[in-house]
């Protein structure tokens, strides 16, 4: 098994290609080790030490380090990866529900704003989400109120340094253009 490695644009993050389908449904996100247990990977990745943060989109797994080198992790995490792959267990275990994966629940907008809503998820999903994602990330919508869209980083966009500026100079301005009633983005 050949895994490849991609850099992203958060230099404590590293996007990992196993060359096989990671979530064939909706995204993961653990932000620790207590989390990481509805996932028999992300709990191998979160038992090296260092690792802060556990991603999976449709083929690819993020991982997020704290201050170690990553040719000190990188070994670790590759082997865990493919170990995993090769074991034949599930990516999720059988505990965690499609609901628990995604963002969905928990959306905040008001009824009349029912078809602008829609329009913004529409341009996240065509426009945003695939460019993110070739970064190791995901933006997922989380509500709208008063002219401001409120976005969920995860994966690599999480704590990235040039998130601002993806937010607001490209995310912002996009929704701004093809949406008049949006004045604002902000990152929950």
Known sequence: ?????EATPNPATLKFLPGKVVMDKGTADFRNADEAQASPLAARLFSIPG????YFGYDFVTVTKEAQEWQHLKPAILGSIMEHFMSGQPVMGGSA??????DEEGEFFEDQD???????KELLETRVRPAVAQDGG???FKGFR???????????CSGCPSSTATLKHGVQN???HFVPEVQAVEAL
């Open 174 to 176: 996009l929704l701004k």
């Open 114 to 120: 029912e078809t602008i809503v829609a329009t913004i």
């Open 97 to 102: 529900s499609l609901a628990e994966m995604t």
């Open 138 to 140: 995901d933006i997922t």
């Open 51 to 54: 690792v802060t943060a556990v």
């Open 1 to 5: 098994m050949f895994i490849q490695t």
């Open 146 to 156: 008063d002219g401001t869209v409120y976005l969920n980083m995860k994966g690599a």
